[in-house]
């Protein structure tokens, strides 16, 4: 028997259970919110299109009790309040870590052996948040930015190119934000070079667009988007719960790997029942070490900052 427990009923929590019942592999969903209501109230409207979809997963919503997430194999933390126009990710550090380091308590309590998956931004620095509040292992504390920064990058590829994105190979490296490091050097369509099918200037833009991916749905929506973010969540606890052992791009926590410690980051990972089972180092070409140093720099400056609010 599998469960999944979502905290945070929002866009992104309803988007990421709705996935997780449509693909039909785990047992039980439970969302829960601060929000009287409101994850009852989604739990429902999901359950009531099983038999139009053709599902048997059971969801369930409750309000602000997290006894209900008792036993979970993981747990996706999504709760927190959302970028608005104008907003850095960082903007958002003061209140939602403190969320996050409350989730992250109650989930040691109820759920001593799950994983769990950090979605809440700013997103590198929260896992390290929910790292140390829960107590968990390192490697069972994870974010989710990675999959979601290489879905928008092949998306845009694949746009350029007029071609499926399911033919593309892509990585990405650092933090979830504007300093992330998309890496042509190992994109590839089909097996072929990025280099080979699209000039340098595309490239360059499908890059600049992916680091800028959150604020041009920002831009057009007055806040940050949901279906990509749930659906690279989906995969993620797929993986997890199924044991796939997928190697996938995922904020990670760095013991010396490509040079860093006590940091999470952006790298790929071996994902499986255990969370992350092997960090995977690269070797990197000298400009591709510069931006990734330039972005962990700046996720350490947001990590100290999370440190002395939360002292």
Known sequence: MSKVSIIGAGEVGAACASCLADRDFVNEIVIVDVKPGLAEGKALDMRQSAALKRFDTNIKGYTGDYSFTANSDVVVITSGITRKPGMERSDLIATNAGIVREVSQQVANYSSNAVIVVVSNPLDVLCYC????????????????????VARYKSFIAESLNVSTKDIQALILGGHGKTMVPMPRYTTIGGIPIRNLLGEEKVQEAIHRT??????????????????AGAAICEMVEAIVCNQ??????????????????????????????GVEKVIELDLDPDDQIRFDESQKEVRETLELMKNILR
């Not at 509040?133 to 069972?140: A, D, L, V």
């Not at 959150?214 to 988007?225: K, T, W």
Request: aromatic share 14%; proline share 3%; hydrophobic share 35%.
């Open 245 to 274: 052992r997928r190697v996938f791009t995922a904020c990670a926590y760095l013991e010396g790997e490509y040079g860093y410690r006590d940091i999470y980051l952006g790298v790929p990972v071996i994902l499986g029942q255990q």
């Open 130 to 149: 929910a790292w140390k509040s829960s107590g968990f292992p390192s490697n069972r504390v994870l974010g989710m930015s990675g999959q979601l920064d």
């Open 211 to 228: 680091q800028l991916g959150g604020e041009e749905i920002i831009n057009h929506l007055g806040r940050s988007g949901w279906f990509a």
